[in-house]
């Protein structure tokens, strides 16, 4: 299977368009990559050789007036010949900017032109729109790609207007009103020194640099620094006037960091001295569960395609944020920004909520804090038993069909390209810990006992390959499933359970078989394209999730809405859910944590009716 174009294909609708630009441009088409939130205009060169630099000269008003009107352009199979800082500058209405205030490594290659962030390979950066953490910013951002890597390194992009759209009324509110709050520490052994963030080691030269933009400074007894900043959650765009999600308190807040690194550096220095952290523009703890929500929604939002090499993306960093999905051999895309833009926040006094819902508010967070203390550390083994005892959830609720050709998989933490399946020819009441296969992408048995389930092999391989971030992938021939998949069509939202899949689930309209070929496999990793289920006409169901949680509850969900799709059409026309609501309820309901809490519950019912299982169960 190709990965890139699987990959391209399944995270996108390319519409060509016409050819013709100008008389100087009949080599050129015009294309959309795009979905339902945003799109990216894309000049695609279709003579090898044509100059870029040439071309947006010769049309640089069609360009401007393609950025004017999208905010993201693309240039596509042109030669870009070493020029990318000319080719930017040409677009500009101001000199290349310089890396200020950065808070990730960079390294400058050129006059303004840096490396994407050295992050290392294998971890995701988040999306987020450059230096919102700041009162400054650049207008424009370009990316250009000299080395795609071999596998993933996708550069995400997300449309800040489309992400206000989708995110609930309460959330989108409390952060146009306080903003967020950015607090660094720069210590002597973990992130960037503050002298290398400011230029300067004069602690006097930082106290004024600071001073005039807003920023508090706190120097510690050990001579480190500690800042805080408040800025925009929510900003209008200049020139629409409609507002934009503007803002990185998902990415700075301790949250983004893996759960080991979390503990170990709150463990070590203590939560008030980690490096980054977010909170409310007056000081308050941002809810976990409101950063799930707002993460989900990226994932919803998010345009996602294959860089190709000499690829020039720009965009209105304002209108678009960005990001970068982990990648394996090697990889180098530059970045430039220019027309600097400056804003200052001024918090607004929040009004008081009414008494009843003050009280609503704090029973929600003391709810999510319960969960979030208790919660278990991810180790492997605790990963294999959650593997092992989603099976067994299967049975409980109905969903294995008493049969052996359900399968569910795993990526293997710390392991590139291995997850965990179970063995072929065993009942899902019998698959244990132990006997989980860890397989490779390729099919090979890397540890436990042959056999495995090859059309099982097949489907997952395909999903986990173009899905980077999908870590869980779940199939099941469900009786309801089943039943209501031979109609092939989508679910309605006629209920809160049913808004789960609203925009957020797909229909595979073909059956050939038992999925035992890599082009079927990757035809229905296609369909997905980026949603969290698949109905497979007369086949099954596919989920696909972060975390085994995620994946084993859209399965629960799925069944539940099969049922209650069926049973209503048998009583007429059932009256839908309004749009707005049933994307406001889809934030609500499905995130990481509510699927945590509800798994754990049938995780339960699971070990109580199935008592061997239990022998399994980590200590830890």
Not at 55 to 68: F, M, S, T
Request: net charge negative.
């Amino acid at each position: 299977m190709n990965t890139k174009q699987t990959l391209l294909s399944s995270l996108k609708n390319t519409k060509p368009k016409g050819t013709a630009l100008s008389a100087s441009s009949i080599d050129i088409r015009k294309e959309f990559i795009e979905n339902e939130h945003g799109k990216i205009r894309v000049f695609r060169n279709t003579r090898p050789g044509n100059s870029l630099q040439s071309w947006v000269d010769e049309n640089l008003k069609e360009v401007n007036a393609a950025y004017g009107e999208f905010k993201a352009v693309l240039f596509r199979g042109f030669d870009v010949g070493g020029k990318f800082h000319t080719i930017s500058r040409s677009m500009a209405d101001s000199d290349l900017l310089d890396y200020k205030e950065p808070s990730t490594p960079r390294t400058q290659v050129d006059n303004n032109i840096y490396t994407s962030t050295e992050y290392p390979e294998d971890q995701h950066i988040p999306l987020h729109n450059e230096h919102s953490y700041t009162d400054n910013w650049p207008r424009k951002i370009w990316f250009t790609c000299e080395i795609p890597a071999e596998k993933g390194g996708q550069t995400p992009v997300c449309d800040s207007e489309g992400m206000y759209q989708v995110l609930p009324a309460e959330i989108r509110e409390k952060f146009e009103k306080l903003g967020v709050m950015y607090v660094r520490n720069f210590g002597k052994d973990m992130d960037l020194k503050w002298e290398e963030v400011y230029g300067t080691s004069d602690k006097n030269e930082v106290d004024e640099f600071c001073r005039k933009k807003g920023i508090k400074t706190i120097w510690k007894e050990d001579g480190t620094l500690r800042t805080e900043q408040v800025c925009q959650g929510v900003l209008a765009h200049p020139e629409s006037g409609k507002k934009l999600w503007f803002n990185q308190a998902h990415l700075f807040h301790y949250t983004n960091l893996p759960e080991y690194v979390r503990k170990f550096l709150t463990d070590r220095y203590g939560e008030n001295n980690l490096p980054r952290n977010a909170y409310y523009g007056d000081g308050s703890a941002i809810e976990e569960e409101t950063l799930q929500i707002i993460r989900t929604a990226f994932e919803q939002v998010r345009i996602v395609f294959d860089w190709e090499k000499d690829d020039v993306l720009l965009l209105d960093n304002m209108q678009f944020a960005h990001a970068r999905f982990p990648f394996e051999g090697q990889r180098r895309v530059l970045v430039c920004m220019a027309e600097p833009f400056h804003h200052t926040f001024i918090p607004q006094t929040e009004t008081p909520k009414p008494e009843g819902q003050q009280a609503v508010n704090q029973t929600r967070r003391q709810t999510a804090d319960h969960f979030i203390r208790n919660t278990k550390t991810d180790t492997r083994e605790w990963l294999k038993y959650k593997l092992a005892a989603a099976y067994r959830i299967m049975v409980a609720e109905n969903l294995d069909e008493g049969g052996i050709s359900g399968h569910i998989s795993l990526k293997v933490p710390g392991e590139k390209d291995y997850f965990w399946v179970n063995p072929f020819g065993k009942l899902a009441e019998e698959v244990t810990p132990d006997n989980l296969v860890m397989v490779d992408r390729s099919g090979n048995i890397v540890e436990g006992n042959p056999p495995i389930n090859t059309a099982g092999f097949c489907i997952h391989a395909a999903i986990h390959t173009a899905y980077p971030d999908v870590h869980a992938v779940a199939h099941t021939h469900s009786p309801w499933g089943t039943v209501f998949g031979s109609y092939g069509k989508p679910l309605l939202p006629i209920d809160q359970n049913c808004c789960m899949f609203y925009e957020n689930h797909a229909v595979y309209d073909s059956f050939n078989g038992p999925v035992n070929d890599s082009e079927d496999a990757s035809r229905i990793a296609e369909t997905i394209a980026g949603k969290s289920a698949i109905i497979l006409r007369n086949h099954g169901t596919i989920t696909c999730g972060t975390n085994i949680e995620t994946a084993v509850m859209y399965m629960v969900a799925m069944e539940r809405a099969y049922r209650l799709n069926a049973l209503a059409a048998q009583y007429g026309e059932p009256k839908l859910i309004d749009p707005k609501v049933a994307r406001e309820t889809k934030m609500w309901i499905a995130n990481p944590l509510g699927f945590r809490i509800e798994f754990d519950a049938l995780l339960r019912k699971a070990e109580r009716m199935f008592p061997d299982l239990k022998e399994y169960r980590p200590s830890n």
